[in-house]
């Protein structure tokens, strides 16, 4: 495993996506996910990786888990929104919501790809 940062090896993994090394964007993504198995990034490019080789099984395991991941950090933050006092759905003083709530929505169209 490589000494680099999980930021940059996501970097690394993206670029070799772009380029159509989509087996060396798997290796990166899977290296940084033996690391860090929450990153939804990580997830995220491994499907989207895997869609391009044909295999849309892994892909559709892949987004699964991003999607559970991201839905559960959702739901965290609209609790700590609801505890902090907001009642509607789309907390406006934070963008911890809006980011969750767009990345559920991409997964589950990429999900819908290869399902």
């Given at each position: 495993m490589s000494t680099m940062p999980?930021?940059?090896?996501?970097g690394q993994a993206w670029r070799l996506h772009r380029d159509s090394d989509n087996d060396g964007a798997i290796t990166m993504f899977k290296?940084?996910?033996a690391t860090h198995p929450e990153s939804v990034d990580a997830?995220?490019?491994?499907?989207?990786?895997?869609?391009?080789?044909?295999?849309?099984?892994?892909?559709?395991?892949?987004?699964a888990?991003?999607?559970?991941?991201?839905?559960?950090?959702?739901s965290a933050v609209m609790q700590t929104s609801h505890a902090e006092g907001h009642q509607s759905g789309n907390d406006l003083?934070?963008?911890?919501?809006?980011?969750?709530m767009m990345l559920s929505r991409m997964i589950k169209q990429r999900l819908e790809e290869v399902s």
């Open positions: 999980a930021a940059e090896k996501i290296d940084i996910l997830l995220y490019g491994l499907g989207l990786a895997y869609k391009a080789s044909g295999e849309r099984a892994d892909a559709a395991k892949a987004f888990q991003a999607l559970s991941i991201t839905e559960s950090a959702l003083e934070t963008k911890f919501d809006d980011r969750y």
